[in-house]
Structure formats: structure tokens, C-alpha cells
T-cell receptor, first 111, second 119 residues
């Protein structure tokens, strides 16, 4: 079955880099996503990566995909207090529209 | 441009009472989703609409949940009667399908959700 795992919590100091990790079980994943959820808000798409890529960079965000280990990570450079939020990884299988979400990692950025 | 709008923002009801949530998707978005997000979890799909047609309601508990999108724009999700375990955040999302790239890289835009507490 589908399973996505994330660590629950990450705390970093402002200006440091943050790395949020995600592992998944389904090898047929085609698109893999990172969403951000701020308190009291809906989910905001941050970035995504197609399964034939192993890295994607978008300004302060770097996504790394290790298909062999089924491991996805999101690196945030120069983390700011405004980056404090819950980060969800999600994936789609094959040509399905269905998004499977992890349970989220709460990132706390300390001044 | 307005995003996905949901109301009410919060709802507190007693068990066995009915409740309804409303969603107005982004203008022009033909696809609409309802998700449920339990505390400390990621969202889980309840139902997907393409225009006014519910194309996937396999995850919707049909004994007590119903949804409609009569004119292919706004949608309502109803629970009757509500149970304690229905306490969650109900999220609406919309997207614009591209012909020929169906689902390939569909970008979902989420509303802020309705937080339901059943007492």
C-alpha cells in the first residue's frame, strides 16, 4: 500500500540551512511534491520534482530525489523565521490524480 | 486574483447535528477536491469533481457525507449526522486540467479550510 513517512519536528537557527526528509514506499511515483502549511492556512505548493530527475533547485529551495532509496528531501538555504510552518511531502502514482501526503514535519526557526 | 475561498472558517457543533461547508474555487478551475485533514496528519482525499461530475467519491463515507457541485463552480460538503470522529479540518482545492497533460503535473490550490469540532 501507499506509505509516506516524515519526521515530526525540526528546529533550526535563523540563517542556517534546513533539511526536511521524506521516505515513500511506492516505486511508481511519478511526481513528488513539497507543500507548506502555515498556521490556520491551507497548503501552498512550494516545489515539485519529476521522478526522472534527481535534483531541482528553485531559489532557496533544493529538492533531492534518491529513487533507489525512495528518499526525498527539501533543503531550505538561509532559513528565515517566516519559513516556520508544517511541510508535507506528497506524491502521485503513475497517471493517477490522487495525491498521497505524508503526515508533515513541523519546522521551527529560532531567531 | 482571489484564491480558493471556504466558509465557515470554524464550526463547533454537537454530535448528531448536521453541518455544511462551502467552497468557491479559483475562477476557471474545472476540477475541485474535498480533503479531510485530521490533527497531526496530512490531507486525505474525500471526493473529486470534474465540472459538476463527481468522478471519484470512493473515499467519501456515503452513509453520512454528501457533496454537490451543481453548476460546476461552487461546492458544498455536508455531514448528517456528525460524529465525534468527524472533528478535523476540511480542505477544498481546485485545479485547471490541461488537455493532453491530464494529471501529469496538476497544480492544486488549497483554501484555508473549515475547522470542525464535534462535541
Amino acid at each position: 500500500g501507499e506509505d509516506v513517512e516524515q519526521s515530526l519536528f525540526l528546529s533550526v537557527r535563523e540563517g542556517d540551512s534546513s533539511v526536511i526528509n521524506c521516505t515513500y514506499t511506492d516505486s511508481s511515483s511519478t511526481y513528488l511534491y513539497w507543500y507548506k502549511q502555515e498556521p490556520g492556512a491551507g497548503l501552498q505548493l512550494l516545489t515539485y520534482i519529476f521522478s526522472n530527475m534527481d535534483m531541482k533547485q528553485d531559489q532557496r529551495l533544493t529538492v533531492l530525489l534518491n529513487k533507489k532509496d525512495k528518499h526525498l528531501s527539501l533543503r531550505i538555504a538561509d532559513t528565515q523565521t517566516g519559513d516556520s510552518a508544517i511541510y508535507f511531502c506528497a506524491f502521485k502514482m503513475g497517471s493517477s490524480y490522487k495525491l498521497i501526503f505524508g503526515s508533515g514535519t513541523r519546522l521551527l526557526v529560532r531567531p | 486574483e482571489a484564491g480558493v475561498v471556504q466558509s465557515p472558517r470554524y464550526k463547533i457543533i454537537e454530535k448528531k447535528q448536521p453541518v455544511a461547508f462551502w467552497c468557491n474555487p479559483i475562477s476557471g478551475h474545472n476540477t475541485l477536491y474535498w480533503y479531510r485533514q485530521n490533527l497531526g496528519q496530512g490531507p486525505e482525499l474525500l471526493i473529486r469533481y470534474e465540472n459538476e461530475e463527481a468522478v471519484d467519491d470512493s473515499q467519501l463515507p456515503k452513509d453520512r457525507f454528501s457533496a454537490e457541485r451543481l453548476k460546476g463552480v461552487d461546492s458544498t460538503l455536508k455531514i448528517q449526522p456528525a460524529e465525534l470522529g468527524d472533528s478535523a479540518v476540511y480542505l477544498c482545492a481546485s485545479s485547471l486540467d490541461w488537455q493532453g497533460r491530464r494529471f501529469a503535473n496538476e497544480k492544486l490550490f488549497f483554501g484555508s479550510g473549515t475547522q470542525l469540532s464535534v462535541l
